[in-house]
């Protein structure tokens, strides 16, 4: 079998079949206690400043200090996506 072709039923753009990526060590490191914390930290900051659910494109971000702003969801990802 080619090295390039996908394997499996599940071909959709971005599935690990697709991509040839493994998630496994992101699921476990994004199940942690201290990643669940974080999030919901950031779910209440959101529902607090009344823009969670409303699709209006912002996010809360933190700052270097610390404090917690109203971002675009964009900048926010992209700025904290991880680099190789």
């Known amino acids: ?3 390039n072709t996908i394997k499996g039923k599940n071909t959709r753009k971005g599935s ?10 992101e699921k476990g490191y994004q199940s942690t ?3 669940k914390k974080y999030r919901a930290a ?10 969670y659910g ?10 270097k200090s610390g404090k ?3 971002e675009s969801q964009s900048k926010n990802r992209a700025r904290n996506r991880g680099k190789k």
């Open 1 to 3: 079998m080619a090295r």
């Open 16 to 25: 690990n079949k697709a991509t040839g990526r493994d998630y496994s060590k």
């Open 33 to 35: 206690e201290k990643r």
């Open 42 to 51: 950031l779910n209440k900051a959101n529902r607090k400043a009344g823009t």
């Open 54 to 63: 409303n699709k209006d494109g912002k996010d809360m971000s933190h700052t």
């Open 68 to 70: 917690l702003v109203k």
